[in-house]
């Protein structure tokens, strides 16, 4: 039996509910498998630590979480009590760019059973997946206001390519679509308007695609993507996006996946010198924290993928059988996707198919 050693935080709202309910479904599968067991270390990082001591995070974060392969993470966020860009930037964020988990990789995938958004789209339709780059770009952090106050106030957020950044990224999606059996990658950029980020990103797309000649490439600007992401799901299979670009797509991504507590996300340390961090992409929904109401199958997924990055395949193809088994009988589904269970019922249901398999 393999052992791993793996940082817990629940964070904010719904985070604690239905990382609680995940990290039961881990256990179960652990069990029922004999091939791993999880110990886990939880961290109380979020916006009540926040409110009283100053910060989401100690100081010596980065030395207290380098140990662990890889980190559970609920979702941040109270905008009622801080500022989204303070609870982002104190806790997630933070954690992307130190640990250097540049590859941020979101499936966008109907699990069968469940009722899309889209006429017509099914399963077979919306199956693909999304590579975001995860540490520069829109989101590195660059820039600052001046004048504040005053009606020559000026605001500057800078975008930030470096040829090292994007290389890694868009060859990462390659990669990924050669792994997967993939014919093709798609790659998102506004550089009809974006004369200089952009088209440097199209031209370093350019250059890595002569590198994979039995993959095709196809590039899209983002609006049209968005488009697409609408009409012709069945199009797509790897596409590849800077952190805002992918961001916002993954969005609507999980919408047509049938709600927004359905998709799972990666951010991962490909060189695994430090750790990666697992996560679902809903937020923390204060509204319905505590109501036992939110959908736990993202957090799930998010740790069925956790598994296959620590090397439990086996493990982490049976859960995912598992959750297509609860889907596709539809009767323990939460509200959001229709139905009428709660989050721990739901986590029970994939747990006894686990059993059952």
């Known amino acids: ?51 009283s001591k100053g910060s989401y995070m100690p100081d010596d974060w980065q030395k207290v979480l380098e140990p662990f392969p890889a980190i559970f993470f609920g979702a941040v966020g109270w905008p009622a009590k801080v500022p989204d860009h303070v609870s982002l930037w104190g806790l997630l964020l933070p954690m992307r760019k130190a640990f250097d988990q540049y590859a941020n990789v979101r499936p966008v995938r109907l699990l069968p059973g469940l009722q899309g958004r889209l006429v017509g789209k099914g399963a077979a339709e919306i199956d693909f997946v999304c590579v975001r780059e995860n540490t520069e770009g829109e989101y590195s952090g660059v820039g600052g206001r001046v004048h504040r ?43 009809n ?23 095709r490439t196809d590039k899209y600007l983002v609006d049209a993507m968005a488009a697409r992401f ?13 952190n805002l670009f992918a961001d916002i797509l993954t969005d609507l991504g999980g919408a047509i996946q049938g709600s927004m507590g359905m998709p799972p996300s990666a951010n991962i340390n490909p060189t695994r010198k430090k750790p990666s961090l697992f996560e679902p992409v809903h937020g923390s929904a204060p509204d319905i924290a505590g109501k036992g109401i939110a959908n736990p ?46 989050t721990g019922e739901v986590a029970d249901a994939v747990c006894q198919a686990l059993r059952r398999a």
Do not use: C
């Open 1 to 51: 039996m393999n052992n791993y050693s793996i940082a817990v935080i629940p964070g904010d709202g719904i985070g604690v509910d239905v990382i609680d309910e995940g990290v039961k479904v881990l256990d179960a599968l652990g069990e029922v498998t004999g091939s791993y067991k999880l110990d886990y270390t939880w961290f109380d990082w979020n916006t009540e630590r926040y409110l």
């Open 149 to 191: 106050g005053t009606p020559h106030e000026v605001a500057l957020q800078e975008i930030v390519f470096t040829r090292m950044g994007t290389e890694r990224i868009v060859r990462y999606a390659y990669e990924l679509a050669r792994e997967q059996g993939r014919t093709s990658v798609q790659s998102v950029t506004k550089s």
């Open 193 to 215: 308007a974006m004369q200089f980020s952009a088209v440097f990103w199209d031209d370093v797309v350019e250059e890595v695609a002569t590198e994979y000649p039995d993959l």
């Open 230 to 242: 609408v009409t012709h799901p069945e199009s797509l299979e790897v596409v590849v996006a800077s």
């Open 297 to 342: 199958l993202g957090t799930v997924w998010a740790g069925q993928m956790m598994l296959e990055f620590l090397g439990e395949r086996e493990a982490a193809a049976l859960l995912m059988r598992a959750m297509e088994s609860v889907t596709r009988e539809g009767e323990t589904l939460t509200p959001d996707l229709g139905g009428k269970a709660t």
